[in-house]
């Protein structure tokens, strides 16, 4: 019997020491998958939605319960391929419970693929679609041309920046903005066959929380007074403007759009703001933005 105890032991040492190795790798692997299992269900995006679709542009937004960076990939196949930044975050990006990203230069009536990334995961796991409207021939035709503007608080009264705001019009898409660092938004309505007077529904939202606000459409409509995050509110019978051509876009209160308002707007791009009133949409700034809202009014 040619047998070596001195083999033997340092199989069976081997043998176990592989055996807790294998068994702290399975631990370790079970760790790491809860540990992604928990983190991406913490930044998961919920109520995700396509608005503002037009021919050649769709914004897609999505909330999320803990503050997180947020994109869409998108593309013309459910490969993807293509990325963009939520808007607000052009030049530097910030963590946020809203997310607001708006694709641009798509094809008219073309189906398109996306995905939401938060925190460099991608939801929901089966990629998602929307179809872009067909072009629209005569824009000249187009009967609407109005603003939705106001300001959002909180309980306590206090400006709120984060936080999206939608307006659902009957038998059209839904329109949607963010608001804007001063707490303001404004929603422009155009290229739509309107009503005189439509009622509508207004929804703002951060987190969980969300108000219901009713309003009527209407080409003199006054700003609407502050919305209370987490109250509901009807504005639907609120007074017109004394003059029907009088509105955010009449810069000098002359009682007309004209020529005059967007010179006021062009001599203050890129300046301090002294007069509020030529910051058209809110936004903290004078840029192209406002003088384009003067000029399609005034086509």
Known sequence: ??????????????????????????????????VTFQTKAAFEPKSIKIVNISDSSATITWNTDNLTTGKVLFGETPMLGLSQKDERDLKTTYPRLTHFVTLKNLSSEKNYYFQVLNNEFSYPDQVLQFKTNPKNENPSQAKSHLAVSGSLLSQRKQLIDDALVFLKIPRHGDLATFITPLGNFIITVDNLNLESKTESLLIASSGNITSQVKITLSQNSKPLPPIVLGEDADFSNLPQLDNPNSSNLDINLDGSINSLDLSLVLNNIGKQIKNPRVD????????????????????
Do not use: C
Request: proline letters at 4%.
């Open 280 to 299: 058209i949409n809110f936004d903290g700034k004078v840029d192209q933005k406002d003088v384009e809202l003067i000029k399609q009014k005034l086509r």
């Open 1 to 34: 019997m040619n047998s070596n105890p001195f083999i033997k032991i340092p199989t069976l040492l081997g043998l176990t020491l592989l055996a807790i190795a294998l068994g702290i790798g399975i631990i370790l692997f079970r760790y790491h998958q809860y």
